[in-house]
């Protein structure tokens, strides 16, 4: 299942984001059609070493992730993880309401991994979908950003001299 964004003025703001789901997506119709009516891009994987390949071949914002016995072996989600720092994770079901793989529960919006319980409203997972689509960009914004002025740093401090002018440095900023 894939999906393309649709123009829809309530993702204006941030965008249509790119949402990985990872599992059964039979279990969340309601969910995942109202993420798709607001715009976002969704796309269904069968298991996380897919979610990774997915992940290799473009940015993803979001992955949706069924907290169940079959994921709770952390290793391919630690390597999407290290793959794509921004990458915001919500950990959905009971075993995410009970706790089991709610290391993040009770997070704010800008914690890569969260807890969800599966009995949210399709309207209350929607707006947290997009609230991590928000805090994804933000974090590669940022990331960008200390990357540039790492850079500039590098290039003032260059040893032999050729600096030059710090309008130069300062006008891509």
């Not at 720092?85 to 309401?97: H, N, V, Y």
């Not at 997070?107 to 689509?133: G, K, N, Q």
Request: hydrophobic share 40%.
């Amino acid at each position: 299942m894939e999906n393309t964004p649709a123009s829809n003025p309530s993702t204006s703001a941030t965008g249509a984001g790119q949402v990985l789901a990872i599992g059964d997506a039979a279990r969340w119709p309601d969910w995942l059609e109202a993420l798709v009516a607001e715009g976002h891009r969704v796309e269904v994987v069968p298991d996380p070493r897919s979610a990774f390949l997915r992940s290799v071949e473009r940015v993803i914002d979001v992955v949706l992730v069924a907290a169940e016995p079959a994921f709770d072996a952390p290793a391919p989600l630690e390597q999407l993880r290290r793959l794509s720092p921004c990458t915001r994770m919500l950990l959905i079901g009971d075993r995410a309401e009970r706790g089991a793989n709610a290391r993040a529960a009770g997070a704010s919006s800008d914690e890569p991994v969260r807890a969800r319980a599966s009995t949210l409203a399709a309207s209350a997972f929607v707006r947290e979908v997009r609230a991590s689509v928000q805090s994804a960009r933000v974090a590669r914004e940022r990331r960008e950003r200390i990357s540039q002025l790492r850079s500039l740093v590098q290039r003032i401090q260059d040893p032999r001299g050729s600096s030059g002018d710090l309008r130069q440095f300062i006008e891509p900023l």
